[in-house]
């Protein structure tokens, strides 16, 4: 702790009785005492609100208590500005201990006491010369706002602050896209002053609250917009299908993409998003893809995968070719796909897997059977679409 002005002269606060310092010495400390309240610049909130009738005197008061220090604990069972012991503080309706409550509770309580008991309860009133004035008492402190600067489109909104314990609160907000304050909400402070309400504005909001006459400052919290992605599940091969979403309107999305056959996500486009929250691209089904979108908020929307069909034409196989070493098979699937290829003897009943191999960049893929025989095949691709069973006879 550090000393009380008053302390320096061997005043040691109002639950100690007074030394025997002379009148002069104690004229000297008090105005020292105030002086040096006054230079810290260690005052309440309360203090600086213009027209707070009486409030040179509970400057004084504090700084002859505890040097106007609201979180002093000196471990003498006295505690903050006003030096309360827990139960005077529990007495006129404080929680927990007056040196962790803010500076305006602890202004509010000290003149709630003051209003029951008068200067009685503080030794350093009699030090000081304060005589009875009851405006002293009566001093409603200014209220306070505050909210969130920034949320999610279709989260709940917080408005918060402190005012006059128990007293009722109107909060008036004005929503995107209108031009006027209306009222919002009515609610009442708890025992400690502290009032809250909520909302759901669909997009930024400003707010302000009025109580016994006093209106706060003006708040404004900015929405976010998580952006939505919606695209085909599936598409044929190298047609073109649209990605649509929605997200802030006049802002812009970033849409990402990645090949079924890749482990990351590629940037794909910067897409601008209309005056009414609305984006859309085109994109060609080259093979299956997955997309997300990235846009003012933190972190990707969902994913969605866009699945690549082959066109009928393009599902049989091409004819087998004799070559060196055996006989080639071929075909057509998704460009840049894996594919597995399966054969079987003419007049079994077991398949067995042949060999793995992938489609070129223009869909076309080879696999060599190098027995001799009748035999069945097929190709079955990554995507677990299938080729129709073809024959071959191999010399």
């Given at each position: ?157 917080t408005v918060s602050g402190t005012v006059a314990p ?230």
């Open positions: 702790m550090r000393p009380g002005p008053l302390d320096l002269y061997g005043y040691k606060g109002r639950h100690r009785k007074p030394s025997d310092t002379s009148t002069a010495a104690r004229n000297i400390a008090v105005t020292a005492g105030v002086v040096a309240a006054v230079m810290s610049g260690d005052v309440s909130p309360a203090q600086a609100a213009p027209g707070m009738p009486g409030e040179d005197a509970w400057q004084r008061l504090r700084a002859c208590e505890s040097g106007n220090n609201y979180s002093v604990n000196t471990g003498n069972g006295y505690y903050g500005a006003y030096q309360f012991d827990l139960g005077t503080w529990r007495g006129v309706g404080g929680q927990g201990y007056p040196n962790q409550a803010s500076p305006l509770e602890q202004d509010y309580r000290a003149r709630a006491l003051y209003r029951s008991r008068g200067w009685s309860p503080w030794a350093c009133a009699r030090v000081l010369g304060l005589t009875a004035n009851p405006i002293y008492g009566y001093w409603a402190p200014p209220i306070s706002i505050r909210v969130t600067q920034t949320f999610v489109i279709g989260q709940p909104v128990s007293a009722f609160v109107r909060v008036y907000a004005k929503n995107y896209g209108s031009t006027t304050y209306g009222e919002a909400a009515n609610v009442r402070a708890d025992s400690r002053g502290r009032w809250a309400a909520t909302f759901r504005p669909y997009g930024g909001a400003s707010y302000y609250a009025v109580s016994g006459g006093q209106r706060s400052a003006t708040v404004t919290a900015s929405g976010l917009f998580r952006p939505s992605l919606s695209a085909p599940g599936s598409t044929p091969l190298n047609a073109g299908y649209t990605l649509t979403g929605r997200a802030r309107p006049g802002g812009s999305v970033t849409v990402y993409l990645k090949p079924y056959y890749r482990q990351t996500w590629l940037g794909a486009r910067t897409v601008r998003v209309d005056s009414h929250g609305n984006w859309s691209t085109v994109w060609r089904g080259t093979t299956d893809f997955t997309f997300t979108v990235r846009g003012e908020v933190a972190g990707p929307t969902r994913t969605v995968p866009v699945a690549t069909t082959a066109a009928p034409q393009e599902q049989p196989l091409t004819q087998p070719q004799a070559a060196a070493g055996g006989t080639v098979l071929g075909g057509s699937a998704r460009p840049n796909t894996g594919l597995t290829v399966f054969v079987r003897k003419a007049g079994t009943t077991a398949w067995g897997r042949m060999a793995d191999t992938r489609s070129d960049a223009q869909g076309r893929w080879l696999a060599r059977l190098a027995s001799s025989g009748d035999y069945e095949y097929f190709a079955k691709s990554a995507n677990g679409r299938a080729s129709a069973v073809q024959r071959i006879s191999v010399p």
